[in-house]
């Protein structure tokens, strides 16, 4: 997969607010759109000096191959999103990638189950419309602290034949956690795959274990470099890999930050 | 051309920039985005006698231009070092020891 890892120039082709301190980029990125699979990520240089020095991760929400495009969504919490969610329209910004390794995607099962928390809605955006375009029936189970912080309808609506939402306030769908969603939807062979907070995806694969469905997580590392080098994302899993992923920790950039859900120690991981 | 070589501890190397430890693992994974033809050579991340885990995460904090680390010297042994990255390195040496 290394082989196919690129450092280029992308440049900002449109950028909006769509939720509550959530910002939607798009990026020119033709060698990541050519080889993008969904659940990969990029890293963005989103500064030429030395502060902020490492790279920003983030997930790629959608692609469109024949115009080279890529689509982030991120949370703006910190320096780095600032600065991204400030480039205007023509800002080249560097971009490596795609990184890591993603869902394995097939229309195999009667139902893909899509949980999503947050922004960790993102790579399943991505996911959902491959997966459609495969023909798999997708439901998306999208969970957020508030209405607020909602995407909107136009980015859930092409992940999925179907959007259920939940929210802890309860001002948008099911009052609670989008896990709660889950137990109705858990049934006739369904495949699962998630992306959120710790917590909520370790309730998503105490879940599917109990009810034998095959689930696949993309988790979230504080990450350095992204291309497996800094050994910094690791990930406890319950045994060994084979050579070169040894060990108790993996790497969240090169052997993840797709992972089995049965494969993590979820009592290590956070 | 200019002779960049340089000797170190009975080792020639063609030039002195060297990546450092930590910096570029065992060399796989930067292939595709550094000609290493243009280096000195590499420091490869610390390899022990026998494998070591390395420290739980967190292990990395970014910092005011720059990052702090503490990977706990995670690394796959000598042996395994041998088997599965020795043999991506071995055709790099151009040193003459």
Same mark, same amino acid.
């Given at each position: 997969?290394?082989?196919?890892?690129?450092?280029?120039?992308?440049?900002? @082709?449109?950028?909006?607010?769509?939720?509550?301190?959530?910002?939607?980029?798009?990026?020119?990125?033709?060698?990541?759109?050519?080889?993008?699979?969904?659940?990969?990520?990029?890293? /963005?240089?989103?500064?030429?000096?030395?502060s902020?020095?490492?790279?920003?991760?983030?997930?790629?929400?959608?692609?469109?191959?024949?115009?080279g495009?890529?689509? @982030?969504i +991120?949370?703006?919490?910190?320096?780095?999103?600032?600065?991204?969610?400030?480039m205007?329209?023509?800002?080249?910004?560097?971009?490596?990638?795609?990184?890591?390794?993603?869902?394995?995607?097939?229309?195999?099962?009667?139902?893909?189950?899509?949980?999503?928390?947050?922004? $960790? /809605?993102?790579?399943?955006? +991505?996911?959902?419309?491959?997966l459609?375009?495969? $023909?798999?029936?997708?439901?998306?189970?999208?969970?957020?602290?508030?209405?607020?912080?909602?995407?909107?309808?136009?980015?859930?609506?092409?992940?999925?034949d179907?959007?259920?939402?939940?929210?802890d306030?309860?001002?948008?769908?099911?009052?609670?956690?989008?896990?709660?969603?889950?137990?109705?939807?858990?049934?006739?062979?369904?495949?699962? +795959?998630?992306?959120?907070?710790?917590?909520?995806?370790r309730?998503?694969?105490?879940?599917?274990?109990?009810?034998?469905?095959?689930?696949?997580v993309?988790?979230?590392? +504080?990450?350095?470099?992204?291309?497996?080098?800094?050994?910094?994302?690791?990930?406890?899993?319950?045994?060994?890999?084979?050579?070169?992923?040894?060990?108790?920790?993996?790497?969240?950039?090169?052997?993840?930050?797709?992972?089995?859900?049965?494969?993590?120690?979820?009592?290590?991981?956070? | 051309?200019?002779?960049?070589?340089?000797?170190?501890?009975?080792?020639?190397?063609?030039?002195?920039?060297?990546?450092?430890?930590?910096?570029?693992?065992?060399?796989?994974?930067?292939?595709?985005?550094?000609?290493?033809?243009?280096?000195?050579?590499?420091?490869?991340?610390?390899?022990?006698?026998?494998?070591?885990?390395?420290?739980?995460?967190?292990?990395?904090?970014?910092?005011?231009?720059?990052?702090?680390?503490?990977?706990?010297?995670?690394?796959?042994?000598?042996?395994?070092?041998?088997?599965?990255h020795?043999?991506?390195?071995?055709?790099?040496?151009?040193?003459?020891?």
């Amino acid at each position: 997969m290394s082989a196919a890892i690129e450092d280029g120039l992308a440049r900002v @082709v449109a950028s909006a607010q769509v939720a509550e301190a959530v910002q939607h980029t798009g990026l020119a990125a033709p060698w990541v759109a050519a080889r993008a699979v969904p659940g990969q990520f990029v890293q /963005l240089r989103v500064s030429t000096g030395l502060s902020p020095l490492l790279r920003l991760p983030l997930s790629i929400a959608g692609v469109d191959a024949a115009r080279g495009l890529i689509e @982030v969504i +991120y949370a703006v919490v910190g320096p780095k999103t600032a600065l991204l969610g400030r480039m205007s329209v023509g800002t080249a910004v560097g971009c490596l990638g795609p990184l890591g390794h993603g869902f394995e995607v097939r229309a195999s099962r009667p139902r893909a189950v899509l949980v999503g928390g947050g922004v $960790g /809605l993102a790579p399943l955006l +991505y996911l959902g419309s491959s997966l459609r375009a495969l $023909g798999q029936p997708t439901v998306l189970l999208a969970g957020a602290r508030t209405g607020r912080q909602h995407l909107p309808e136009f980015l859930l609506a092409r992940a999925a034949d179907r959007v259920l939402r939940s929210s802890d306030d309860g001002s948008v769908g099911h009052r609670g956690p989008v896990t709660d969603l889950l137990a109705d939807e858990l049934e006739g062979g369904c495949g699962v +795959y998630a992306c959120g907070p710790r917590a909520m995806l370790r309730e998503v694969a105490a879940r599917c274990r109990s009810r034998g469905a095959p689930c696949q997580v993309s988790v979230e590392e +504080y990450m350095a470099c992204g291309l497996g080098v800094c050994m910094g994302c690791a990930v406890a899993v319950r045994a060994p890999g084979p050579a070169p992923a040894h060990g108790r920790y993996q790497r969240a950039c090169v052997e993840g930050p797709v992972f089995a859900a049965d494969a993590l120690d979820w009592e290590d991981h956070g | 051309m200019v002779d960049l070589a340089v000797r170190i501890a009975g080792v020639t190397f063609a030039n002195p920039v060297l990546l450092a430890s930590g910096t570029c693992n065992y060399g796989e994974e930067l292939s595709a985005l550094i000609d290493f033809a243009r280096l000195g050579g590499l420091v490869t991340k610390t390899i022990t006698l026998r494998p070591r885990a390395g420290n739980p995460p967190p292990r990395t904090v970014e910092t005011a231009a720059g990052m702090l680390n503490s990977i706990g010297l995670q690394n796959p042994g000598i042996e395994t070092f041998a088997v599965v990255h020795w043999p991506f390195l071995k055709p790099c040496q151009r040193a003459s020891w």
